[in-house]
């Protein structure tokens, strides 16, 4: 599929001719070639011209350059190696190039000393300032890998199979298999769309083609769906209505087109998007689950590399708005492409400009459609292995409802050319860690518990802080998931506090404790709600549950009972004047249960220790008695609990 991948690369062809007649006439012809992409069928010309002594810039650069077009990096690798060793003014470009391959065969070191060279020459480029910027980043992507497996799809072929998408259960793909029009580029077929249904064993062993009205003689790859499956847009050449149409160097581009699903469940009606052009490719696209905005790739002016990610708006009849380029702090000066945008807004795409493994690298952008729209700063972060390898690693799709992913890769151990791999999203869960401070001395506190609990109160995990006041807790958060974290320590009063987790599966969260020394005195009769500065417990109208913010004070009185084993307490519960006085008395009655109950229950205190009663709108703290107008709030004060020692 090396169209797919470089087809937005158009090589400088000038060749100096040397020799004598006859080797002029072998390299005008094999030059024709090259300009038709026909790598395949010019390597070997290019070869044998080179082991004659015609080892030019000019043939070094393109039989490097027809090896690196289509992956095959060690002997890429070896004549780029000659190039630049024999050339010192060769273009820059060059120097790039031979340091992605030689990542390819994992040289990282010796690739950094190619890509400090060309940083020299290209300070002031996009992918110069990448690499300057992140010297470490290999230590970066191990940091950020994942222990899962990736499983060859039994439907690849020895040809190129690659681009997945799911479809009402179906998997979707596109496919060099077959007995077609062979593609010069790579000597494959012309590829087309197949499908294939998931077996009860769970994977996918056969495919057939899609129907006929989508495909063509030509390429075609790459499909997105409306939210409904009732629209289809998919990549194909530019070959619309039987005519095949190319730009002014005779190159047939990309373009994206739409289909409808007609009324025998079959793709039809296919049009050619507005912004298509002969002179610019456009490629890949992805839907966002709203449907929205469409993103894709593409060369067409105002493009910063080879090819950039841009994002048009999906209008409500259909129509889509102008592109816009999603600018230079996604975008390099090499390839930008396949993006996908999940069900969260996250970004994914792949990249050859950026610091990675080698080849093109899948990268993404958490909540990129939420930071995008509000010009917020964007991290951009390369997912790391198994996803990616030191070859082309794209075509990145996942469904975050099933919990599984594809991934597009022609990495070592594959069957063929481009293979897909399945995997199952890991359980998106965070590390937690944070220090145990002095609040008034900020000072650290060690040996302190930590515990930390779910948003009902139930306890997950705990720890004690160590000598500096560290803790930590591995693995231990759901993503996108509310927790209490408590803190304490003896003389010290307790810290608790309510906190969410992202949605990012490879984060770690910080969150710090702030302790007040105890200087509370409990004597008989002291109401626990004064001395230790409770927010009331509040009940929301007419009912009695334990709202969320009024778990945070209950746990501070679970904490003075532990503290204190032989403290007893009575707890008074009001209402507000609404309603009759009798339903009140017993609406105060259920809330008082509700209240011990909850300590009882999640404080492991034994009921013995526990009086109370329901006094119902008898002991309002201000005017609001019957008849008198008062707001929400003034009516809540009345709704509260008081916790009165009765025994120490």
């Not at 010192?88 to 031979?98: I, W």
């Not at 994992?106 to 992918?127: C, H, I, P, S, T």
């Not at 006929?212 to 499956?229: D, G, I, L, Q, R």
């Not at 009324?263 to 049009?271: A, L, M, Y």
């Amino acid at each position: 599929m090396k169209i797919t991948k470089n087809i937005f690369t158009i090589i400088a062809l000038s060749i100096v001719l040397v020799g004598n007649a006859q080797s002029n006439r072998t390299i005008k012809k094999v030059t024709k070639e090259y300009e038709k992409f026909s790598y395949v069928k010019t390597t070997d010309v290019l070869l044998d011209i080179a082991e004659k002594g015609y080892e030019s810039k000019d043939i070094l650069q393109k039989l490097g350059n027809s090896y690196y077009f289509n992956n095959e990096m060690e002997d890429a690798v070896k004549w780029y190696s000659k190039l630049l060793n024999n050339y010192n003014d060769t273009e820059a470009e060059y120097l790039f190039r031979y340091a992605q391959a030689l990542k390819s065969l994992k040289k990282y070191d010796e690739a950094d000393e190619w890509m400090q060279k060309f940083v020299e020459l290209r300070g002031n480029e996009r992918r110069s300032e990448i690499f300057n910027n992140q010297k470490n980043y290999l230590a970066d992507i191990d940091r950020l890998s994942e222990d899962f497996q990736l499983t060859n799809l039994p439907i690849n072929t020895e040809v190129s199979d690659f681009g997945s998408n799911q479809y009402n259960g179906q998997l979707i793909f596109a496919s060099s298999r077959g007995n077609g029009k062979k593609y010069k580029w790579n000597n494959q077929p012309y590829l087309n769309l197949y499908t294939s249904n998931k077996e009860e064993n769970g994977t996918y062993v056969t495919a057939k083609l899609l129907n006929n009205s989508v495909n063509t003689k030509y390429h075609e790859s790459s499909v997105a769906f409306m939210p409904k499956n009732d629209v289809m847009y998919f990549t194909r050449n530019n070959f619309f209505k039987h005519k095949l149409k190319r730009d002014e160097e005779g190159v047939n581009r990309l373009q994206i087109y739409r289909s409808k699903l007609n009324s025998n469940n079959k793709w039809d009606d296919i049009e050619s998007i507005h912004f298509n052009s002969k002179e610019y490719s456009v490629a890949h696209p992805t839907i966002n689950r709203f449907g929205t905005k469409m993103y894709f790739a593409s060369d067409m002016p105002g493009t910063v590399g080879n090819s950039d990610l841009y994002m048009v708006d999906i209008n409500e009849d259909g129509t889509l708005g102008t592109p816009v380029n999603l600018g230079v702090h996604i975008n390099t000066e090499s390839h930008e492409t396949f993006p996908f945008i999940n069900a969260n807004g996250d970004l994914y795409f792949s990249s050859n400009g950026r610091n990675g493994l080698g080849g093109l690298d899948v990268y993404m952008v958490r909540d990129f459609e939420e930071k995008y729209t509000k010009k917020m700063p964007l991290t951009i972060e390369n997912v790391g292995k198994p996803i990616n390898s030191p070859m082309d690693d794209f075509g990145y799709y996942e469904n975050l409802y099933t919990q599984e992913g594809f991934i597009t890769s022609n990495r070592e151990g594959g069957k063929g050319d481009d293979d897909i791999y399945s995997f199952t999203i890991p359980n998106c869960v965070q590390n937690l860690s944070g220090v145990v401070y002095d609040k008034k001395t900020n000072n650290i506190l060690p040996n302190a518990k930590v515990i930390l609990l779910n948003k009902s109160g139930d306890k997950i995990s705990e720890t004690i802080a160590n000598d500096k006041g560290f803790y930590e807790f591995d693995d231990a958060l759901k993503c996108n998931s509310e927790f209490l974290l408590r803190a304490s320590k003896e003389k010290y009063q307790d810290n608790e506090q309510r906190f969410t987790s992202t949605n990012n599966r490879k984060a770690s969260i910080e969150v710090d404790a702030y302790l007040d020394i105890d200087e509370v005195s409990i004597t008989q009769g002291t109401n626990l709600r004064e001395a230790l500065s409770l927010n009331p417990i509040y009940f929301d109208l007419d009912k009695h549950y334990i709202r969320k913010d009024a778990e945070i004070e209950l746990q501070k009185v679970i904490s003075v009972m532990q503290k204190f084993p032989n403290l007893k307490i009575d707890v008074r519960s009001h209402t507000d004047s609404r309603a009759t006085k009798a339903y009140n008395n017993k609406l105060s009655e259920r809330r008082n249960k509700s209240t011990i109950q909850y300590i009882i229950e999640k404080g492991n205190i034994t009921p013995e220790r526990l009086t109370g009663k329901g006094y119902g709108e008898s002991q309002l703290v201000n005017k609001c008695s019957d008849g008198v107008p008062c707001t929400e709030a003034e009516h809540q004060l009345n709704r509260r609990s008081d916790f009165i020692v009765i025994e120490q």
